[in-house]
């Protein structure tokens, strides 16, 4: 009797383990659940795909959630001209890659050779890197201004114009590029 309780306590702890929703330092943005389709609304709009890549135990990862992300995705800072995802690299939740692959968000994580968290990685329509990633988080002071150059470099890449300034937005301006 005591076999048979642990043997369904087991199957039921697995059940919750495979179809949990993913957990990651991000507590608004949108998981990555098909990264293709995210691709084509991304070239309808133009648009990079920046993925977060995170881990719900790397204090940092919810430091550049809570710093940086979570506020530019809530205000809407880039409105339609960029598409923010997140990646929890260590859940074996579902996801469709750009490929129209499914695969788990870890392994996808591995794949696009995510070794450390957080690391935020930008993507265009067809699924390469716009912009180098961005590994780790080194400071306060720099790293908003790194993200920002990365964001813009993309979207100027893709939009077809020269890069934007190399200048960190004030608080009235946070967008230099518009195509």
Known sequence: MQRLYLKGLVALLW????????????????????????????????APILVFFSSAYC??????SELYLEPMYRRGDYGNRLLIRAVD???????????????????????????FTPTIRIYGPDGSELANAIVGFTSREFFGGMLWDAIEHSISKLCGVADAPRAAPDATTRVAVRC
């Open 15 to 46: 059940a919750f383990a495979v179809n949990a929703p993913a957990v990651t330092a991000s507590g608004t943005l949108p998981a990555a659940s098909d990264l293709q389709a995210d691709a084509e609304a991304a070239r309808a709009q133009g």
């Open 59 to 64: 204090p940092y990862c919810h430091e550049v």
């Open 89 to 115: 690299v260590d859940s074996s939740r579902q996801l469709v890659d750009f490929d129209g692959q499914t695969t788990r968000m870890d392994a996808f994580a591995q794949r696009e050779g995510t070794r």
